[in-house]
T-cell receptor, first 117, second 111 residues
Framework: DAGVIQSPRHEVTEMGQEVTLRCKPI?????LFWYRQTMMRGLELLIY????????DSGMPEDRFSAKMPNASFSTLKIQPSEPRDSAVYFC???????????????FGQGTRLTVV | AQSVTQPDIHITVSEGASLELRCNYS??????LFWYVQSPGQGLQLLLK??????LVQGIKGFEAEFKRSQSSFNLRKPSVHWSDAAEYSC?????????FGKGTKLTVNP
């Protein structure tokens, strides 16, 4: 398996523009996570899905952020409109969660480095 | 609520020296603990994990970690560090369906 695939690897956009980040999880995995990494805050969980259903989006910073998972093999994280403070590395991860969903190893993509100017 | 603390933001060691990275967790039930490594420009790779059983866990790349419930700690160790170990290390807790990360520890290795 190719692992978790994220695109694009780098994105530079102007403030106010819409940004869409994409993620293809590992085939067969049933949980998907979006994280944001900054120097100040480290890795923060934004949202996660189980069986394509959003379970917890309490980490989504504001209404400008939205995430979808239309099927088991694809997810998007959208920022509209983007702001300079959104600049960060965004990671997608997937896992195969069983039973009570605890303790499943998460496999991470290589991340998307977003710069908003 | 679950949380993890990595007290050291940045550690520098010499190549060949021993290493210990600290991790403290705050979780009432049995914790599910992991150590991940992130090389520059890369995603996170799992080094090892602990759910139950033997409190000394062996991982990849010569790393090990010891779970100490009395100290709420899960410190990562390596007897002899290599230059390629320079990276960011994170110890998330995963006992509530999702991985909760601390701020990580950046390891620099001097020649």
């Amino acid at each position: 398996d190719a692992g978790v695939i994220q695109s694009p690897r780098h994105e530079v956009t102007e403030m106010g523009q819409e940004v869409t980040l994409r993620c293809k999880p590992i085939s067969g995995h049933n949980s998907l996570f979006w994280y944001r990494q900054t120097m100040m805050r480290g890795l923060e969980l934004l949202i996660y899905f189980n069986n394509n259903v959003p379970i917890d989006d309490s980490g989504m910073p504001e209404d400008r952020f939205s995430a979808k998972m239309p099927n088991a093999s694809f997810s998007t994280l959208k920022i509209q409109p983007s702001e300079p403070r959104d600049s960060a590395v965004y990671f997608c991860a997937s896992s195969l969660a069983r039973g009570d969903l605890k303790g499943a190893e998460a496999f991470f993509g290589q991340g998307t480095r977003l710069t908003v100017v | 609520a679950q949380s993890v603390t990595q007290p050291d933001i940045h550690i520098t060691v010499s190549e060949g020296a021993s290493l210990e990275l600290r991790c403290n967790y705050s979780y009432g039930a049995t914790p599910y603990l992991f150590w991940y490594v992130q090389s520059p420009g890369q995603g996170l790779q799992l080094l090892l994990k602990y759910f139950s059983g033997d409190t000394l866990v062996q991982g990849i790349k010569g790393f090990e970690a010891e779970f100490k419930r009395s100290q709420s700690s899960f410190n990562l160790r390596k007897p002899s560090v290599h230059w390629s170990d320079a990276a960011e290390y994170s110890c998330p807790e995963g006992g509530s369906e999702k991985l909760v990360f601390g701020k990580g520890t950046k390891l620099t290795v001097n020649p």
